[in-house]
């Protein structure tokens, strides 16, 4: 599912690093960089499958792995980027991001199968390129949760999930869960998930913004999904509207309303090759109206909307696909291919009503690189004219236009090296075209 909204943007002074550490912690992907050839002789490429495999070969891949009811994985994750042209001010940012995450078996712990308590603690620390980029979408996704500036720690993921099996035949599975999800996490598009630590960073390319409205992208809520033969065909969220990235969420759960998330997932065999087609909805009871602030999203405001009414019955329409083009034998499944994303939302409520997302992407394409990770990513992101006439005069807002190329150099299993570039033609008047290059180290534990 491609749900997501993130945290606010910074609004106050912009902070920076000072000291020695802020001096050397910036050279650290430059002398990654720098060593890339020699690591690359010296080190195998990575074994862990760089697409997501269908459901049921990642729960096998699993089960082999863990023995122990306990099993817990450490990511730190490095950013260095910046505009070098355009943009509101050229100028580069340091930030980083850990993520802890943990996961109970019950079944290993001598209890019922197919339970698990999972569990994903994530620190953000330094600044990101968005507030200097000038575009309506952060550059830079895992520098939003759990907040947006700074340094912050938060427990984005606290939640129970139960598979339950659907008759006899193997891969026919009930997937629920209850607690608190990361919605952007729960992306399942095979060539443009990742959380933005893997494959592409920019919001756009990774979470439509057509949805930011109705789904928070850290919440409290139950979810299900169906699977038959190992692939999601239907899902089901119901998600407190109200985004809690420092909280615990359940202190007025539900006080201001509902959002509901249908989906339903067709996989394909074009050519005889995998792919999938989704359309999913959101909808969302909250009264709200246009200039309510979006966390993912960084947008003018008017000096009063005591005027704009509120409304409820918020609503989004994503249609989604994924098409491999090559593909080679798995598990682990890998290859290229073709993805696009199309999304309208409700212009009563949302400053943003129409995204077109489109680009080809995949893994192990280049000859004996089969862990590398690449893409290149359209998005044009359309406003809502009423949006746009009520900040009129002030602001003169037009449509926004944005490319991301990546690639993600698997130097040994535990370390990844990215070069990112993206070129901006934002939507806010006076701002010319950005370009922001940029690089991201991942070590692995």
């Known amino acids: 599912m491609g749900l997501g909204a993130l945290a606010p943007a910074a609004t106050g002074p912009r902070r920076t690093l000072t000291g020695l550490g802020a001096r050397l912690l910036p050279h650290a992907l430059l002398a990654a960089a720098l060593c890339a050839p020699a690591l690359l002789r010296a080190q195998p490429a990575a074994s862990a499958p760089p697409l997501p495999p269908p459901a049921a070969e990642a729960r096998a891949a699993a089960a082999k792995q863990d023995t122990s009811p306990l099993s817990a994985h450490v990511s730190f994750t490095q950013f260095v980027q910046g505009p070098v042209a355009g943009g509101v ?111 592409f960073m920019n919001v756009s390319q990774i979470a439509p913004p057509t949805e930011a409205r109705n789904v928070p992208s850290v919440t409290d809520g139950v979810s299900m999904a169906v699977e038959l033969g190992g692939e999601p065909v239907f899902s089901f969220g119901v998600f407190d509207p109200i985004p809690s990235q420092r909280t615990s969420g359940l202190g007025d759960l539900f006080g201001e309303g509902v959002t509901l998330v249908p989906g339903v997932i067709a996989p394909t065999r074009f050519f005889g090759r995998p792919g999938h087609q989704e359309l999913r909805g959101t909808w969302s009871s909250r009264e709200l109206t246009p200039f309510d602030e979006i966390p993912r999203l960084i947008l003018p405001r008017p000096g009063d ?15 989604s696909a994924d098409q491999f083009v090559f593909v080679s034998p798995g598990p682990p499944r890998t290859g290229w291919g073709v993805f696009w994303q199309v999304g309208f939302a409700d212009a009563r409520t949302n400053p943003i009503t129409r995204v077109v997302t489109a680009g080809v992407g995949g893994t192990g394409a280049f000859g004996s690189r089969k862990a590398d990770e690449w893409g290149v990513g359209y998005t044009w992101t359309g406003l809502s004219g009423d949006f746009k006439a009520l900040l009129d005069p002030l602001v003169a807002l037009g449509d926004e236009h944005q490319v991301e190329a990546f690639y993600n150099l698997a ?19 006076g701002v010319d075209t950005a370009v922001l290059p940029g690089a991201r180290l991942q070590l692995l534990f």
């Open 89 to 199: 001010e050229s100028d580069v940012s340091y930030g980083g991001r850990i993520d802890v995450e943990g996961r109970v078996d019950t079944r290993l712990l001598g209890l019922w199968r197919g339970g698990a308590l999972v569990a994903k603690l994530a620190t953000r620390y330094g600044e990101s390129a968005s507030p200097d980029a000038g575009g309506l979408s952060p550059v830079n996704t895992a520098l939003i949760d759990p907040a947006s500036s700074g340094t912050a720690t938060g427990l984005i993921t606290l939640a129970y999930e139960q598979v339950l099996p659907l008759g006899k035949k193997p891969g026919n599975l009930l997937v629920l869960g209850i607690g608190k999800f990361s919605t952007v996490d729960l992306a399942a598009e095979v060539f443009m998930g990742g959380s933005g630590i893997r494959r």
């Open 305 to 319: 909307t005591t005027g704009v009414e509120r409304v409820s019955g918020s609503w989004s329409v994503t249609w």
């Open 411 to 429: 130097m040994a299993p535990w370390i990844r090296l990215t070069a990112d570039l993206q070129v901006i033609w934002p939507a806010r008047p």
